[in-house]
């Protein structure tokens, strides 16, 4: 299989790659929603993410993903005992394309129904968020997704298990991913409930601009003619948002955020008249992580104005009256509350 | 009477000279697509089935002989398409036996997608995720972690046969589509020239594209509305390969003219091929070549002019003067606009819902078996079957054979759609269309709790218009209730039969119309635009009784000062529910229409 086109190579699109950066570093925050048109490179970005990032330890044939050191009671494989266990092996952070037709069964595992009738076998079959744990979970076009499969996701995404208790089994396993939701505006809203639990939401647009545009181009068609080859040109630029991400990883806890940043966060949520304390929560730990990615150890303010449109937009009561949409309203109330800083 | 005679000609001579160029075209993508193959997705062709087509088909596959060409068979699903078990030849070899789906048995070859405007969105978005990545998508249950990927890149040939707007290709399939042929147009005696033996051409990646021809590319690309950056991308490698095959080793502005034409169905502007057409004569090669002749003899002062071209042809695009424009293009750009791409898989598809029975045969192609049903189905024939293969009579295992699967069927409620036919003439119109507007965006704000759609058709002046096709999105609603007309005299019958026509297509797509009319008084436009009272009348009572014979849910408004007899008599003819408002106010509107729709359902 081809490498996947490299992450340092997309042309533009700061704000969706500042997000997956971001939900990369800490997958607390819970996950991205991506909007926008076609060919905007979304699953380009994700892809290139899931390549970008270090190579995760689990066991030979492990279909959950467990971590060696803590072996996962539903993994037939990692749970055996002594010496039977399987050896270490690295792989690539999985990305797992969740298809808009796929059913209930295959997202969250079940019975192995034609082998149990086939060969009189009872077997769990690890689905998709077995599959996904660890890495990324990719719903493209996630507004035409079917509801009681948004439903699922979200509690596993929530929770980071998944219970799958049907047809006389009874299993839980690990489910923790970083879900990444795209789609099209145009083709249908996205429910408020399930907005909500994104942690970052980023509009892309096509690039308009004609050099970019050509720029992009004739990256892609470069990348086409010699993937490899192109893929090792940029191993440079690829190396250095790895360590990154990697370095961040490690001090994004520690990351410390003054109380006058926090207060005035709270004020901003306060303002735009959100509801419920995630805005805030999400706020504070996509700080931390933006400090982190730039190998801060504290959270300034600048880092906040930043990131607040991705992680408040989608969470604004929409007016179906208003033609302007949310990003404006963000904006205005930063900058109304820099000027009645200033006072103060 | 000469002179008739000579327009005659000069039509028959025109739509020849049309036909001509149109199959030249087709024959030119055919050798792109020999030529670019994967590279650049593959071929869109908008053709009836025909002998035609089948003969396009042929050469094609004749300039592309090596590989399998596999048809895909309607009804594909994820499941098929990417592999699954095969329960008859596990059961009949007792072990799991997987098929190999069918985009692994394209690989290095053509896939013909047969009606792709009735592919589902599903097997679109798996395809679009093979052609993406060139790996076979894994729907076996943990090939994904095993390692084994199986390649897949082949060439794709979506035949799309679409008969109206609403059907179109998935567009996760249609933006990855690079070519773009009609054969609509096309005489048969056209078709019938023999096509020029293909030559060697050199290879298409060594040809370069100079900024300055790619720069108006994308211009006119972007102009045209083609927004996306796959567009683009496919632009410039057909341009390159069209350049090697006229045999130059750089892109020039007629390749990126070609390339237009090729994947956008760009026409350039009808001033433009007058010298080309004193060089073509019928019977000559392609019009293309034609165009590329002159330019190695004097490559700058060629150059020059060809860009000339392409500027010229960035200013026809923004002016709207391009013939494709109004054509296939502007179709398809609203058709990609428009399409929901989930449209009719919500009702058909009983994957969700309650399950209400147990069917012996799949509801739908990869449906789960369920397990209860289909050992009780299996148990009453253990103890013959176990004699029948001589074993004991009490062995452990099941004997279960391909009879025996049930399936659990599954339904759930229909969406439904608000269809509002609105009066926009007379001195009312203007404020009336607005509390609609206000009425849509209402139900449209909440409407994402049972999916259901609205859709405005106005009528006013000679007929009656679709000003926004069924949608559930507030953001495309917004941006196309911005601009509403209003005034003039009355075509009611012709609203009634495009609310009709409406209806019944949203009804085959699997959800519920309801039709809201709103009118103040009788019409006066019968259907073929004249103002004949008399004739619209009668056409209006035709058209609102068959209202009555499909059994559509209709309400009417009537929104006159007074009450009139004319809309009592419309509301009994359409057998709908009457309402009188005298300020049609949006809130009120969209609280009857609720109502309805949610006592509508079965």
Known sequence: MPRPFPFSAIVGQEDMKKALLLAAVEPLLGGVLVMGDRGTGKSTAVRALAELLPKIETRAGCRYNCLPSDPQPACPHCSAAGATKPAMVKIRTPMVDLPLGVTEDRVCGSLDIEKALVAGERAFEPGLLATANRGFLYIDEVNLLEDHLVDLLLDAAASGVNVVEREGLSVRHAARFVLVGSGNPEEGDLRPQLLDRFGLSVEVRTIMDLKMRIEVIRRRDAYETDPDGFVADRAKGEAAIRSSVVAARKIVKKVEVPDAILFRMSQLCMRLGIDGMRGELTLLRAGRAAAALAGRMTVDWTDIEDIAPMVLCHRLRRDPMDEAGTAPRIERALAALDAGHGHA | ?602
Not at chain 2, 121 to 140: K, L, N
Not at chain 2, 519 to 534: E, F, K, M, V
Not at chain 2, 540 to 546: D, G, M, P, S
Not at chain 2, 559 to 573: E, H, K, Q, W, Y
């Open chain 2, 1 to 602: 009477m000469a002179m008739h005679e000579a327009d005659k000609d000069d039509i028959c001579t025109s739509m020849r000279r049309q036909s001509q160029e149109r199959w030249h075209l087709a024959l030119m993508a055919a050798r792109i697509l020999a030529v670019g193959g994967a590279d650049i997705g593959g071929l869109w062709l908008t053709a009836r089935a025909s002998g035609m087509r089948d003969g396009f088909l042929a050469h094609l596959r004749s300039l592309i002989p090596s590989g399998p060409s596999v048809r895909l068979p309607p009804g594909s699903t994820a499941a098929s398409l990417g592999g699954r078990l095969d329960i008859a030849r596990s059961l009949a070899d007792s072990r799991l036996v997987w098929d190999s789906g069918i985009l692994a048995t394209a690989h290095g070859g053509i896939l013909i997608i047969p009606m792709a405007e009735r592919l589902e969105p599903s097997a679109a978005a798996v395809i679009a995720e093979a052609m993406d990545t060139h790996v076979c998508p894994g729907r076996r249950p943990g090939m994904e972690m095993m390692g084994g990927r199986i390649p897949c890149r082949f060439t794709i040939i979506a035949l799309d046969e679409a008969a109206n707007p609403e059907e179109a290709l998935p567009t996760a399939l249609a933006d990855r589509l690079g070519l773009h042929v009609t054969l609509d147009g096309v005489a048969l005696v056209s078709s019938m020239l023999a096509a020029p033996p293909p030559t060697p051409c050199a290879d298409w990646r060594s040809v370069g594209i100079a900024d300055n021809v790619l720069e108006p590319l994308g211009a006119i690309a972007a102009a045209a509305g083609y927004r996306s950056l796959r567009t683009l991308h496919h632009l410039s490698r057909v341009a390159r390969i069209h350049a090697a095959i006229a045999g130059r080793g750089e892109a020039m502005a007629e390749d990126a003219v070609a390339a237009l034409r090729l994947c956008l169905c760009l026409e350039p502007p009808q001033v433009q091929p007058k010298p080309e057409q004193q060089a073509a004569p019928p019977p000559s090669p392609s019009p293309d070549n034609n165009a590329a002749g002159p330019a190695p003899q004097d490559a700058d002062a060629g150059a020059e002019q060809a860009l000339d071209s392409l500027t010229e042809l960035l200013a026809a695009v923004e002016q709207g003067r391009v013939d494709g424009l109004s054509l296939a293009s502007g179709e398809r750009a609203a058709r990609q606009g428009r399409k929901t791409g989930k449209g009719g898989a919500a009702a058909r598809n009983t994957r969700r819902g309650r399950p209400f029975a147990a069917s012996s045969s799949p509801p739908f192609p990869d449906a789960r078996p369920d397990l209860v049903e289909t050992v009780r189905a299996a148990i009453p024939w253990q103890r013959l079957r176990a004699r029948l293969q001589g074993g004991a009579d009490g062995t452990a295992r099941l004997l279960i054979r391909k009879e025996d699967f049930r399936y659990r069927r599954r339904r759930h409620e229909q969406p439904s759609t608000a269809i509002f036919v609105v009066d926009a003439s007379g001195s009312t119109a203007l404020e009336r269309l607005g509390e609609t507007k206000g009425a849509i965006e209402h139900l449209l704000a909440e409407c994402y709790i049972r999916r259901d759609e609205v859709s405005l058709i106005a009528f006013r002046g000679k007929a009656a218009e679709i000003l926004m096709p069924p949608t559930r999105s507030l953001v495309s609603a917004k941006r196309r209730l911005s601009a509403l007309p209003g005034g003039g005299p009355t075509p009611l019958a012709s609203g009634l039969e495009r609310g009709l026509e409406m209806a019944l297509s949203t009804r085959r797509r699997g959800s519920t119309p309801i039709v809201v009319v709103m009118t103040d008084g009788s019409g006066n436009i019968a259907l073929d635009g004249t103002a004949d009272r008399a004739l619209a009348g009668r056409q209006t009572e035709r058209i609102a009784r068959l209202y009555r014979e499909h059994g559509l849910t209709s309400i009417c408004i009537d929104i006159a000062r007074r009450p009139r007899d004319s809309v009592t008599n419309l509301a009994g003819m359409l057998g709908a529910e009457l309402h009188l408002l005298r300020q049609a106010d949006a809130a009120r509107m969209s609280q009857i229409v609720r109502t309805t729709m949610q006592k509508g359902q079965p």
